[in-house]
């Protein structure tokens, strides 16, 4: 159904911030959406669209799908890395590859420098449909000021029954017409909507 697409693992592995040209802006509403596949259940404001690719990385091949929703500017989104089992030993650096593009991509095009993570917040996961469990995780927050855009990012893994590992990325992008100086990056990514999309996505 998709052609396999033979580029640099670089450039594809954020392909999520492609989201931000995206037209469709639906209401927000809530729907639980259980990707039986992927092995997670997600609470999305709206029905998401799915973009699926395929890529090789170390001569392996590394699938992922991304499942989002926009919202007026604001993107919600979860990204799925399907890590085989002969990879499993390098998930930390393919995660922190993710991280370093994520941070490369969401640099200005006259920016010497790219941005950093203006923190990092210990957080964590119910995992399973009762949610018992739960898993310990990080959110990464991001300010884009010359963007106009704030970012949370949470990178979490789980085992597949083949000995694979699916490595998630839960993300919102949201877009600020006016940056409020005295407003920290976590007021504005910590906010009633954002949280239930964070705390309701599960691994099963």
Same mark, same amino acid.
């Given at each position: 159904?998709?052609? *396999? %697409?033979?580029?640099?693992?670089?450039?594809? /592995?954020?392909?999520?911030?492609?989201?931000?040209?995206? $037209?469709?802006? #639906?209401?927000?509403?809530?729907?639980?959406?259980k990707n039986e596949s992927l092995g997670y259940s997600a609470l999305f404001p709206g029905k998401p669209q799915q973009i699926e690719r395929t890529l090789n990385y170390q001569q392996k091949t590394l699938k992922q799908s991304l499942e989002f929703v926009k919202v007026d500017d604001d993107v919600f989104a979860v990204m799925t890395t399907e890590v085989p089992a002969v990879l499993?030993?390098?998930?930390? *650096? %393919?995660?922190?590859?993710?991280?370093?593009? /994520?941070?490369?991509?969401?640099?200005?095009?006259?920016? $010497?420098?790219? #941005?950093?993570?203006?923190?990092?917040?210990?957080?964590?996961?119910?995992?399973?449909?009762?949610?018992?469990?739960?898993q310990g995780s990080q959110d990464y927050f991001l300010d884009l000021p010359q963007n106009k855009r704030v970012m949370r990012i949470r990178w979490l893994v789980r085992p597949m029954l083949n000995g694979g590992l699916y490595l998630y990325q839960v993300s919102v992008i949201r877009s600020i017409s006016e940056p409020n100086l005295n407003k920290s990056v976590e007021m504005y990514l910590e906010q009633e909507n954002i949280n239930t999309f964070f705390d309701e996505f599960r691994p099963n």
């Amino acid at each position: 159904m998709f052609r *396999q %697409i033979k580029v640099n693992p670089i450039r594809l /592995l954020c392909f999520g911030l492609s989201l931000l040209l995206l $037209a469709c802006s #639906p209401k927000f509403d809530w729907r639980t959406i259980k990707n039986e596949s992927l092995g997670y259940s997600a609470l999305f404001p709206g029905k998401p669209q799915q973009i699926e690719r395929t890529l090789n990385y170390q001569q392996k091949t590394l699938k992922q799908s991304l499942e989002f929703v926009k919202v007026d500017d604001d993107v919600f989104a979860v990204m799925t890395t399907e890590v085989p089992a002969v990879l499993v030993n390098q998930v930390q *650096q %393919i995660e922190d590859l993710l991280r370093s593009v /994520l941070l490369q991509q969401a640099a200005s095009p006259n920016q $010497a420098i790219p #941005p950093t993570f203006n923190r990092v917040k210990e957080s964590a996961t119910r995992i399973g449909s009762a949610g018992q469990t739960k898993q310990g995780s990080q959110d990464y927050f991001l300010d884009l000021p010359q963007n106009k855009r704030v970012m949370r990012i949470r990178w979490l893994v789980r085992p597949m029954l083949n000995g694979g590992l699916y490595l998630y990325q839960v993300s919102v992008i949201r877009s600020i017409s006016e940056p409020n100086l005295n407003k920290s990056v976590e007021m504005y990514l910590e906010q009633e909507n954002i949280n239930t999309f964070f705390d309701e996505f599960r691994p099963n």
